[in-house]
């Protein structure tokens, strides 16, 4: 128990230095790192759908597929080129419905669904991230900003601890037992008031963004990570798995720790284009 407990720390202390860093030295820092999640989740993705409803996927090129979408979502989002940096990911899509023509898969609706969820849920939603951080002024000049990317990972890891305490401790009401049994609305509010505590420091270090603008960002941020956690949760029920992976010892898999940021990307950036860049 304590040797689990121990590994499980040292992972998470790793998996957040890493992060963090990645997101706040560079650029190119935050493009690599993020460019290998963007790859690792759509391979873990595909892993466990290999044969899944008669399923045959290519994990490797559909990976990359979804990696080059982010890098060009990145060069995109900063300016640096054109839309013509799609047109490869175009013919990449365009390449999935053909192949299933040559396949002689035994379920193609099977192999062009589930690739194109893939696509969406794990490459699409991902690379909006790049639109969050980076607003381009001129031209060829990367516009690369941490904050907001800091303000997603933060709350959603504050939110998770806030969730597991007040929930150890007093949750009762059972939030979604059909899909995870252990979590409860205690356990919610808990987290959720922990990330709007939190919120009105990154008010006082960013001050052009107001008070409740804050707010309203760490509630999004929220509640759209436990939709996206208890949709990973109703994905892994579906397959019978307890864990996406063993890529992080004690925690899981890629889908394991990045389910709540995944959701909570897109839905950051509605609110972000809405209530606050408008």
Not at 136 to 144: C, F, L, R
Not at 177 to 183: A, V
Not at 200 to 216: H, K, M, S, V
Not at 252 to 263: A, K, Q
Request: proline share 4%; glycine share 8%; charged share 10%.
């Amino acid at each position: 128990m304590l040797k689990n407990l121990i590994k499980r720390a040292l992972t998470g202390i790793a998996f957040v230095i890493i992060l963090v860093a990645a997101i706040c030295i560079h650029p190119l820092s935050f493009l690599i790192v993020f460019t290998l999640i963007t790859g690792g989740l759509l391979w873990e993705f595909y892993g466990l759908l290999e044969n899944f409803e008669g399923a045959r996927l290519k994990r490797l090129i559909n990976s990359l597929g979804g990696a080059y979408l982010f890098i060009a979502s990145f060069l995109s989002a900063n300016a640096l080129t054109g839309n013509l940096i799609f047109l490869p990911y175009l013919l990449f899509l365009i390449y999935i419905m053909i192949s299933e023509l040559y396949n002689k898969a035994p379920n193609p609706i099977a192999n062009w669904s589930l690739i194109f969820f893939g696509q969406i849920y794990c490459a699409g939603f991902f690379s909006l991230i790049n639109y969050i951080s980076s607003i381009p002024d001129t031209p060829g000049e990367i516009a690369y900003t941490p904050l907001y990317v800091l303000a997603i990972f933060i709350f959603v890891w504050l939110n998770d601890t806030g969730a597991y305490l007040i929930g150890s401790l007093f949750g009762k009401r059972r939030l979604f037992e059909r899909i995870s049994p252990k979590k409860s609305w205690e356990g919610f509010l808990g987290g959720l008031l922990v990330a709007l505590a939190t919120s009105q420091a990154f008010a006082w270090y960013a001050p052009e963004i107001t008070r409740l603008q804050w707010l309203g960002l760490a509630f999004v941020i929220v509640v759209f990570g436990t939709w996206g956690d208890l949709i990973e949760s109703l994905f892994k029920r579906t397959l019978n798995i307890k864990d996406s992976g063993t890529v992080f010892p004690g925690h899981g898999g890629m889908l394991d720790r990045f389910d709540s940021v995944i959701l909570a990307i897109p839905a950051t950036y509605v609110y972000i284009q809405l209530f606050i860049r408008n």
